[in-house]
């Protein structure tokens, strides 16, 4: 398990979405119960109710209106610009769910030029509101050396990682238990990072399913149980995550705590190229190349292996020279 294999795919799953639910509740955490029994449902306001209420300057207004400019946008591929803009109105207003909205838009590039440094700016001041999803994308982007103006700190990054983790965001949680497995700004320790992927994985976390998987398989930080890493595998692959339907894929391939079961491989694997999985380039490789569940192909097997190989997947480089070998014989 290695976790540049699946950091590629994280803006795929992790909760940073600029869509957000409607806004019927203040962001005001103090307000009373009575306070917010009386406040407007916004989202089913009229427009033209709304844009009355946008025009005096009503933050939950704007936020419902970046919102639905947002969702047009997403139906129609165009439009995007004047949703950001009701969002850094917001953000300029100081509100913390803008700011978020539009530190995120800068990070991805959507509606606005990507800019990593405005991206980190507004992320890191909705963060300091105690706004989970932008603790969580500030300490990713501690953790990559993204917008920061320095080198990958761990340091920072554990820090964010934890405010986010103590509200219990899976995400956080789940790379919480990379920095333990993988050693990063820490000393490596696999049993707390099978505590953080099982408190990830309970919450329905896709990566740290794969992830505590991977560890009962190897029995590594718990005690090895090839059913349970079949059951977290499963979960992970039937949430559409490639590592996860790869490993699953394996066990399949080689009769590993399943019945072996080249056509179920074969359609995981299949799956998992989706995503542009290293492992399960390498394994439609290997199915080619043998003609398990396909018709036997060397050239479809160099080619898988090749790509494998272009993601720098280590088994793949010795697939290929082997099977290289096969054809000059």
Known sequence: MKKSYFM???????????????????NNSTTSKVEQESITDYTNLSEEDLNIRVDTNDIDAILEKANRLYVSAEDSGEGYEEAVEYFKKAADSGNALGQYHLGFAYLQGIGIEANPEEAFKYLSLSAEQGNTEAEFCVGYMYEL???TGEDPNYDEATKYYKKAAEKGHDMSLCFLGDFAFFGLGREQNSEEAAEYYTASADKGNPLAQYCLGYLYEMGDGVEENIDKAV???????????????????????TGKG???NYEEAFNLYTKAIEQETPAAFYGLGYLYEFGFAVEQDTQKALEYYTKADSYGYEPAQDALK?????QIE
């Open 322 to 326: 082997s099977l290289q070998e096969k």
């Open 8 to 26: 590629s795919f994280l803006f795929l799953t992790i909760g940073c979405s600029l869509l957000f639910p409607g806004c019927a509740i203040t």
């Open 258 to 260: 399943v019945a072996q």
């Open 145 to 147: 050396g993204v917008g």
């Open 231 to 253: 059951e977290l595998y499963t979960a992970s692959a039937d949430s559409g995550y490639g590592p996860g339907q790869a490993n699953l894929a394996y066990l399949y391939l």
